[in-house]
């Protein structure tokens, strides 16, 4: 299996653009969640899903991010209007089953807000 | 919600010694336990994880020990060496849920 897959690898945008964050899990997995890292916050929780549908969207910071999973293989993390302190690794992870079961995170995307 | 505690955020060790890490945790309700390692621009890779029924795991080098009544688990590597050094991640999920939690990581760092 390839693992998690996520695209672009590196971003870099000007403020009050639009980005696009792509992940596919891996196969047979059906728990997404999207993270975010940086040297202040650590790593952040997002959103996770369960079977394409949102289950904890607590640490969304606002209503700039958005996330969705259109199916079992693709989910996508939105950013409208970009800031510059949204500059961070994203990343994101699956697991098989919805309690307590090992995540499995891919490589990340390098985001750089100008 | 739950909150996690990880000491010490940095720790530098000779290596052959042994290196701890230790975690605590606020809710009660959490009983597992997993345990990260993150090397330099990688990203997170699960090294060892423990239950709330079990008091110990041990893997090779690597073990973990958690005490329910005190809310803390620690980290234990034994005979480190240079590929050890890494940014470890403590975390805790609660109870019936997938949601990690994660401590602010320790920069372990094996010097010849």
């Known amino acids: 299996d390839a693992g998690v897959i996520q695209s672009p690898r590196h971003e870099v945008t000007e403020m009050g653009q639009e980005v696009t964050l792509r992940c596919k899990p891996i196969s047979g997995h059906n728990s997404l969640f999207w993270y975010r890292q940086t040297m202040m916050r650590g790593l952040e929780l997002l959103i996770y899903f369960n079977n394409n549908v949102p289950i904890d969207d607590s640490g969304m910071p606002e209503d700039r991010f958005s996330a969705k999973m259109p199916n079992a293989s693709f989910s996508t993390l939105k950013i409208q209007p970009s800031e510059p302190r949204d500059s961070a690794v994203y990343f994101c992870?699956?697991?098989?089953?919805?309690?307590?079961?090992?995540?499995?995170f891919g490589p990340g995307t390098r985001l750089l807000v100008l | 919600g739950e909150n996690v505690e990880q000491h010490p955020s940095t720790l530098s060790v000779q290596e052959g010694d042994s290196a701890v890490i230790k975690c605590t945790y606020s809710d009660s309700a959490s009983n597992y336990f997993p345990w990260y390692k993150q090397e330099l621009g990688k990203r997170p890779q699960l090294i060892i994880d423990?239950?709330?029924?079990?008091g110990e795991k041990k893997d090779q080098r690597i073990a973990v020990t958690l005490n329910k009544t005190a809310k803390h688990f620690s980290l234990h590597i034994t005979e480190t060496q240079p590929e050890d050094s890494a940014v470890y991640f403590c975390a805790a999920v609660p109870g019936g849920g997938n949601k990690l939690t994660f401590g602010t990581g320790t920069q372990l760092k094996v010097e010849l």
């Open positions: 992870a699956s697991s098989f089953g919805d309690h307590q079961e090992t995540q499995y």
């Open positions: 423990i239950r709330s029924n079990v």
